[in-house]
């Protein structure tokens, strides 16, 4: 699967939209690779012990909770730069979900960028409270983009 320049500047504009409402500054930087399914099951497997393709893995460089991340970001010296992380986001198993679930790649593509992109703020659905704290603020995200369920 091709990697659009439509794809790039709407994964730019989540991570931007995301910088802006959890107050990253441009010293915060962030990975995203797209793959295909094989790469991300190795990593599935190596990292998590899950033998299966998954649609996003996020590998936080801090791993803190969403209640310890911004304050450590927001006071961190405007000279030096800090790598929040990786977000890897498989291709194949997001056009699979885009049809699966009645909306176009390019949404699907913005949903997984901002749930990696959680994650790497200390976000996480383990229990059903944080959960729906995580649905929430994804939602909050891209609906601030334009982004809805429909597209």
Same mark, same amino acid.
């Given at each position: ?36 399914? !094989? ?30 991340? !911004? ?36 949404? !699907? ?40 369920? !429909?597209?």
């Amino acid at each position: 699967m091709t990697v659009t320049p439509a794809m790039e500047q709407m994964l730019m504009q989540v991570l931007n939209k995301a910088a802006e409402v959890y107050g990253l500054t441009p010293q915060n930087e962030v990975s995203v690779v797209l793959a295909d399914d !094989e790469y991300i099951h190795k990593l599935n497997r190596q990292y998590r012990n899950k033998d299966v393709p998954t649609d996003v893995l996020s590998f936080a460089m801090n791993d803190q909770s969403a209640d310890d991340a !911004e304050p450590d970001i927001a006071d961190t010296p405007e000279d030096i730069e800090i790598l929040l992380g990786d977000i890897v986001i498989s291709l194949e198993t997001a056009a699979r979900q885009a049809v699966e679930f009645g909306h176009s790649l390019e949404r !699907e593509l913005a949903y997984l960028t901002i749930h990696g992109m959680l994650h790497l703020l200390g976000y996480d659905h383990e229990c059903e409270e944080d959960k729906t704290e995580m649905r929430q603020e994804e939602e909050h995200v891209l609906s601030l983009l334009g982004i809805t369920r !429909e597209q």
